[in-house]
């Protein structure tokens, strides 16, 4: 049997998963990812996170060693390949020593990016990257780095899952879909933008050669196989971006077709044929991982992260046990309409407008000591029904941007395991949900670009049509009106607060 060893840095963890070539997971394991959050006092709102590479990279050997160990006698792994979260990255010195690494959550930048837009202009460097704001972006961090540290030591800038391509077979390159996110990179010539790096004299040197995800990179040198278990000479191909790959792993690689990554954060993407640039600024344009293609993003923003700390918050944990005393919690609710509004984590997609102040809560009828307590799964419920208007607020804002509807909406991550959350997606969005049965759906998506790189499967049409599947969750007849006043409601209050500064 034939294997695809698959590794993902995530924002949280650091997992390595193996597949079949019909997308079956063989054996994973996973690691938590630690950082040091620092602040600056002059600006509270800012922090920084400091990515220790060394036990980054021991974390993902670990795994992967597992991983390994744990496949079934006989099983070939026939290549080897990386995603990542996206933003982080890592600067090498000559002898290719770590002198930074910061995740995607580092904003330490922040001044840098402010910076940036004001020697090219915001609109401008929207136009070639496809991104805004630079703040927490690759571009901001190497000025930074520059101001605060010897500049001239940086020999290479790599995205973060380059850099463990890199380690895995010594080889340098970058992929278009995670070079993206640096904002050093031309999305729409698919080329490291001259023009950006002229203007912040960033020395074209220290970037990688391209190359498209899925490419054969190199093989398993003997050091990383000795690290990783994973067999020396092994084929290494170039990964892709957590986001991108995860949209593959969905199997949404034609034009027209909108996924959502319910995860951490929630990014919603529509595939396109051509670099569309949203006009206002706000909406990102990025490479998918498929050649060809293009995504326009939106993003519902700290949806799973939030309802892991509203379920500490309730249940002491967020562990598998909280997570189905949550279900079982709103399972228990009657049919009666809900009295309780959540406006805490997700978000309609508008980082120029961004409020680090704005007040967050929830709302519900008063006199909260005498009648209509809100109970536990109304609560929780209501935090679901948010992430869920959400949803559809950046799937209107992509549409109103491609003029064209949305039929169906394909969903991954591991939020999509929550029952209440995909029926209320369905009822919110009025269309039928296509729910991907694989939780890793980005490790998925790496695999499908090896098998084809293997000569497994011959493209990436027919990896996607062996290697994914869906279950269908339709809206409920008769709910969609409801849920429509409850979202507009809902859209009403978010507008207000928008505004609102604690």
């Known amino acids: 049997m034939d294997c695809l060893v698959t590794l993902d840095a995530g924002t949280g963890s650091g997992r390595c998963v193996a597949f079949d070539p019909r997308g079956r997971p063989l054996a994973s394991a996973q690691e938590p990812f630690h950082y040091r959050l620092f602040t600056d006092p002059s600006v ?22 597992a991983t390994v160990a744990a496949l079934p006698s006989g099983v070939r792994v026939r290549g080897v390949i990386a995603t990542s979260q996206r933003e982080g990255c890592v600067l090498l010195d000559a002898a290719d020593q770590v002198l930074y690494a910061g995740p995607n959550l580092d904003a330490r930048a922040f001044a840098e990016g402010i910076e940036v837009e004001e020697q090219i202009g915001a609109e401008r460097l929207h136009r070639i990257t496809g991104h805004a704001p630079p703040y927490i972006f690759p571009v901001a961090r190497y000025l930074w780095y520059r101001k605060n540290h010897d500049g001239r030591r940086v020999t290479r800038l790599f995205m973060l899952n380059d850099w463990i391509t890199f ?3 010594g080889v340098a390159v970058a992929e278009h879909s995670n070079a993206g996110e640096s904002m050093l990179y031309d999305v729409s010539r698919r080329d490291w933008s001259a023009e950006i790096l002229d203007a912040l004299e960033i020395p074209p040197a220290i970037l990688p050669a391209l190359c498209a995800p899925g490419t054969r990179v190199g093989s398993v040198s003997a050091r990383a196989a000795a690290e990783t278990g994973i067999p020396e000479g092994t084929p290494v191909f170039a990964g892709g971006a957590d986001t991108e790959s995860a949209l593959l792993g969905s199997g949404v690689h034609e034009t027209g077709r909108t996924g959502a990554v319910l995860g951490t954060t929630s990014p919603v993407q529509t595939v396109i044929d051509h ?9 990102w344009t ?38 189905a005393g949550a279900e079982e919690a709103m399972r228990a609710l009657d049919s009666a309409p809900r009295q309780v509004y959540c406006h805490l984590g997700p978000v309609i997609f508008n980082l120029r407008e961004m409020n680090p102040l704005k007040p967050a809560g929830m709302l519900f009828r008063f006199p909260l000591l005498h009648v209509d307590r809100p109970l536990r799964g109304e609560i929780l419920h209501a935090f679901l029904e948010s992430v869920a208007f959400a949803i559809r607020g950046n799937c209107e804002q992509i549409s109103a941007a491609t003029g064209q509807p949305m039929p169906v909406l394909t969903v991954s991550g591991g939020m999509v395991q929550s029952p209440t959350l995909t ?3 369905a009822n919110t969005l009025g269309v039928p949900l296509a729910v991907s049965t694989v939780i890793e759906s980005a490790s998925l998506g790496c695999a499908i670009l090896a098998a084809v790189g293997a000569g497994l499967h011959a493209d990436v049409a027919e990896a996607v049509a062996a290697m994914t599947r869906h279950r269908q969750v339709d809206p409920v007849a008769g709910a969609t009106g409801e849920y429509d006043e409850r979202y507009h409601k809902w859209r009403e209050v978010y507008g207000r607060l928008a505004d609102w500064m604690l």
């Open 275 to 283: 670099p569309l640039i949203d006009p206002r600024g706000n909406l």
């Open 44 to 65: 509270p709102f800012v922090r920084g996170f400091d990515l220790d590479a060394g036990a980054f990279w021991a974390a993902l050997a670990r795994c992967a060693r």
């Open 423 to 425: 029926r209320l997606l």
């Open 286 to 323: 990025s490479c998918h991982v498929v050649p060809g293609r293009w995504v326009l993003e939106s993003n519902a923003g700290d949806t799973g992260d939030s309802y892991r700390w509203l379920l500490e918050l309730m249940f002491g944990t967020s562990d598998a046990g909280a997570y």
């Open 167 to 169: 380690l895995l077979s």
